[in-house]
């Protein structure tokens, strides 16, 4: 429910990304996905820091593998509400990270920050196009 509650007013404010980066100006995908899960009362720890702020992409899977709730793509996990998806370069969003909404009939629903129009909720196909590398279970 906290995460629901986050995710809907960050949507509807749309603010900007150096919100979610402690006012750095960078590429802001995993700062959003830090953020959210700081503010949903489930922090994340960056491995090299020991803060909640992840950064970047890599070392968003880094924690994930860390904590030991990172599932590869090829695994057969099933997303759910709340997980974290962790693109490769080939994806429509180049190398990034977003929330899953809901996982059904092969399609991928997420909300994520530093996408086209800021933060944005997105449907893809799950297949090879998508180079999605794995999720973090939430």
Avoid at 67 to 93: C, H, M, N, Q
Wanted: hydrophobic share 40%; proline share 7%.
């Amino acid at each position: 429910q906290a995460f629901l509650r986050v995710v809907r007013a960050e949507y509807a404010a749309n603010r900007p990304g150096t919100t979610y980066a402690q006012g750095v100006e960078e590429p802001w995908c995993a700062d959003f996905v830090s953020w959210v899960a700081k503010e949903a009362g489930a922090p994340l720890v960056n491995p090299h820091s020991g803060g909640w702020r992840i950064p970047g992409v890599f070392t968003m899977q880094e924690a994930l593998q860390q904590a030991g709730t990172w599932r590869p793509a090829s695994s057969g996990y099933a997303p759910k509400l709340g997980d974290i998806a962790v693109y490769a370069e080939p994806s429509p969003f180049g190398q990034h990270t977003n929330f899953v909404l809901a996982a059904k009939d092969g399609t991928l629903t997420t909300i994520g920050g530093n996408e086209p129009g800021g933060i944005r909720v997105s449907e893809h196909r799950l297949d090879r196009s998508l180079g999605l590398l794995g999720y973090g279970v939430r």
